[in-house]
């Protein structure tokens, strides 16, 4: 009787996208894309101002454990940002698609300086065929603060055959 193994591969590493060439402003008004410097800016006296930035190159199987908006503020008014990795598939039975968050990062509030907001999932996120992923931001600023988010980072495990 031979005896076989199998190895494994599993990998954690951390996906950058930079939301300059891929974001998209919201219904709310207020964030500007700049595409000069590949980031996203949010001025001063915005309430409630929304921005997506698509997660992309995940693949089947993937585990997202945690993400991060990294940037900066300007101005020395508090300024609250939210940040939440939302999730769309297509509905079972309708064809329409279902958008739910997976976490949220809730009044990440700062004044100067520089953005670096973790937010470990409690529940990792295995990747399903027919999903996608996105980051939604929600910002308000004041009359003398504003935002400036150069990239969003997703942390996600890479293997076959791994329990969440």
């Not at 996208?17 to 008004?29: F, Q």
Request: some cysteine; overall charge positive; proline content about 4%.
């Amino acid at each position: 009787m031979a005896i076989t193994t199998s190895k494994i591969k599993v990998g954690t590493t951390t996906k950058t996208v930079y939301p300059g060439g891929s974001a998209h402003v919201g219904a709310t008004a207020g964030w500007v894309t700049n595409n000069d410097k590949g980031a996203l800016t949010c001025p001063v006296s915005i309430t409630a101002g929304t921005a997506y930035i698509p997660v992309t190159g995940l693949n089947v199987g993937d585990v997202i454990t945690a993400f991060r908006v990294l940037g900066g503020s300007a101005g020395a008014q508090a300024k609250t940002l939210d940040a939440s990795l939302r999730k769309t598939y297509p509905h079972a039975t309708d064809g329409s698609l279902t958008d739910a968050s997976v976490q949220a990062m809730t009044q990440y509030a700062t004044q100067v300086g520089k953005i670096n907001s973790e937010t470990i999932l409690t529940t990792p996120e295995r990747v399903a065929a027919q999903y996608q992923y996105y980051i939604l931001l929600t910002v308000t600023t004041g009359n003398a603060g504003s935002f400036n988010i150069n990239s969003v980072e997703v942390d996600i495990k890479r293997g076959w055959g791994q329990p969440v």
